[in-house]
């Protein structure tokens, strides 16, 4: 699929990858008029006076697909936890290690990434692709402007493939379901899970990973990260306060309540286990979502909230990280 090539949509709802493999990047007149509709009536169905995480998100990686209730939501968090932003950053590349020991040193070849978030540096298949370009992926999210901007995660490379599914991670039979099309679940899957969990109340998280979980092959593997009031209490609760004011459900789980998602499902963690998302294998390697080249004095021009984007991760210290990571095996 060529970088300016509107994606179609199929009767999931999720766009049509049948253009991943190359075999065509052109479309016709009539496809053309018809994604260009899709996307205006995706656009309709956008909420753009309330804030939504992967907008949220976005605004913390100093992406431009966010509106201004989503600033004034980082706004708030950042507020309450002026170093927050790192918490979102050091996430990100947390993923990047992850994907990158899996699809290196466990030889995964499949991913479905539920709650995707806007298209960034670097996404899944980027990573994964680079390694094994016969890779698979398949996201998943359920705010309609993140299908908008699908086609930037539909890139796959000849050999591999991606696809885009619009269900939210409460519904985890539609995502199965749909992600068939494109995994082959008698072979090991790379569940991700990153920074998702907390928007769902216990009564629902646990039923659904173990549901999700349960569907995966032997040798699958599970990447999670979820916020935690352990680490640094005050900052990350005084967050957390902002986000249930605006309509989120947002549980800070405890490192043993994290556990659970592990032990009730009979994963076997990887070295190291859970921990801070800062020492999780940390390889130093560029931060992908570091904005470089700013002058002193066009920083001084931006507001907090731009300015997060030129700090490295590599300045963080423990006090500024609220978030466990790990990567567990299904036996």
């Not at 040193?105 to 991913?111: H, L, T």
């Not at 556990?259 to 921990?275: A, Q, T, Y």
């Given at each position: 699929?060529?970088a ?33 509709s ?9 909420d753009t006076t ?8 976005d ?32 996430n990100?590349?947390?993923?990047r ?16 990434d ?13 990573i994964?692709q680079?390694?094994?370009?016969d ?8 705010d309609p402007?993140?299908?908008v ?25 539609k995502?199965?379901e749909a ?7 008698d ?6 899970l ?15 990973v173990?549901q ?18 352990d ?13 249930r004011?605006?309509?989120?459900s947002f ?16 994963l ?10 800062r ?10 979502t ?13 507001d ?9 991760i ?18």
């Amino acid at each position: 699929m060529s970088a300016d090539t509107p994606a179609a949509t199929s009767a999931t709802g999720a766009p049509d990858t049948a253009s991943d493999t190359g075999a065509s990047d052109a479309a016709s007149d009539t496809g053309a008029s018809d994604a260009a509709s899709d996307t205006a009536g995706l656009r309709q169905r956008i909420d753009t006076t309330k804030a939504h995480p992967a907008r949220v998100y976005d605004v913390f990686l100093g992406g431009k697909d966010n509106y201004p209730a989503d600033r004034q939501a980082a706004s708030m968090a950042l507020k309450a936890n002026p170093r927050g932003h790192l918490d979102v950053r050091h996430n990100r590349d947390f993923v990047r290690r992850a994907v990158t020991a899996l699809a290196g040193e466990v030889g995964i070849r499949q991913f479905l990434d539920i709650g995707t978030g806007l298209p960034t540096q670097q996404n899944v298949h980027q990573i994964a692709q680079a390694i094994a370009p016969d890779s698979q992926i398949v996201y998943v999210d359920n705010d309609p402007i993140v299908l908008v901007h699908a086609q930037a995660l539909l890139t796959s490379g000849p050999q591999g493939r991606t696809d885009y599914i619009e269900a939210d991670l409460r519904d985890p039979a539609k995502i199965l379901e749909a992600a068939r099309r494109t995994l082959d679940f008698d072979r090991p899957i790379a569940l991700v899970l990153a920074a998702v969990l907390h928007f769902i109340e216990d009564e629902e998280a646990y039923p659904v990973v173990r549901q999700l979980v349960e569907a995966l092959p032997s040798g699958s593997h599970l990447v999670l990260s979820h916020l935690s009031a352990d680490l640094n209490p005050v900052p990350i609760n005084k967050v957390a306060d902002t986000f249930r004011k605006r309509g989120f459900s947002f549980v800070l789980r405890r490192r043993e309540e994290i556990g659970r998602f592990l032990s009730d499902n009979g994963l076997e963690p990887l070295e190291p286990g859970i921990v801070p998302s800062r020492h999780w294998r940390p390889d130093h390697a560029a931060d992908a979502t570091e904005a470089r080249g700013a002058a002193p004095e066009h920083l001084e021009e931006l507001d907090h909230l731009d300015q997060g984007q030129y700090v490295s991760i590599a300045e963080a210290t423990d006090e500024d990280v609220n978030i466990f990571v790990t990567v567990a095996r299904k036996p």
